[in-house]
């Protein structure tokens, strides 16, 4: 079955790198996913990366694969009190999106 | 271009009433997914359908929970006899094509149904 996990909490100061870490069990995922959400909102895409890539960045993003692992990482850069939300990896086993327990991101001004 | 639609934004109901959570995907996405996210927990897959069909309904509890995604109209998440235990967010996703293509956002996700039994 499915068991995404993820650390629950993280604080970080302001101005300083986050990594959020991901582990998934299915290996036939074609693509892992990084969805953030806000307080009260719904979930917004943040970046993706396919199963044949090792790093992806994009912008403040960079996305770590180790399929060997089956480990996930997101580290954002320079983290701003804006990016204060819970931060979900997803995998896509039968076509379908399952979640992380997600992580709670608190940057401290 | 309006996003997924999902109404109401807020819903409080007694226990043993019924719940109808309504999802209008984005224009031209024929795929939907429902997800439930208990406070304080992550989200969990409930059910995926197409327009008339149930794909996956893996995460479906078995009894009082029911999907449909009529030819026309929105899709529906149906919870009878709810209980506290329902209390929780329910997130409706959909895609244009099956989640094999999941690329570029191909889910694009409703602000979500809050729900409250009382």
């Known amino acids: 079955g499915e068991d995404v996990e993820q650390s629950l909490f993280l604080s970080v100061r302001e101005g300083d790198s986050s990594v959020i870490n991901c582990t998934y069990t299915d290996s036939s995922s074609t693509y892992l996913y990084w969805y953030k959400q806000e307080p009260g909102a719904g979930l917004q895409l943040l970046t993706y990366?396919?199963?044949?890539?090792d790093m992806k960045q994009d912008q403040r993003l960079t996305v770590l694969l180790n399929k060997k692992d089956k480990h996930l990482s997101l580290r954002i850069a320079d983290t701003q009190t804006g990016d204060s939300a819970i931060y979900f990896c997803?995998?896509?086993?039968?076509?379908?999106?399952?979640f992380g327990t997600g992580t709670r991101l608190t940057v401290i001004p | 271009n309006a996003g997924v639609m999902q109404n109401p934004r807020h819903l409080v109901r007694r226990r043993g009433q019924e719940a109808r959570l309504r999802c209008s995907p984005m224009?031209?996405?024929?795929?939907v997914y429902w997800y439930r996210q208990l406070p304080e927990e992550g989200l969990k897959f409930m059910v995926y359908l197409q327009k008339e069909n149930i794909i996956d309904e893996s995460g479906m509890p078995k009894e009082r929970f029911s999907a449909e995604f009529p030819k026309e109209g929105p899709s529906i998440l149906r919870i009878q006899q709810v209980v506290r235990g329902d209390s929780a967010a329910y997130f409706c996703?959909?895609?244009?094509?099956?989640?094999?293509?999941?690329?570029?956002?191909?889910?694009?996700f409703g602000s979500g149904t809050r729900l409250t039994v009382v």
């Open positions: 224009k031209g996405h024929s795929h």
């Open positions: 996703a959909s895609s244009p094509t099956p989640g094999s293509r999941v690329v570029l956002g191909g889910y694009t």
């Open positions: 997803a995998e896509t086993p039968r076509n379908n999106l399952f």
């Open positions: 990366i396919f199963s044949n890539m």
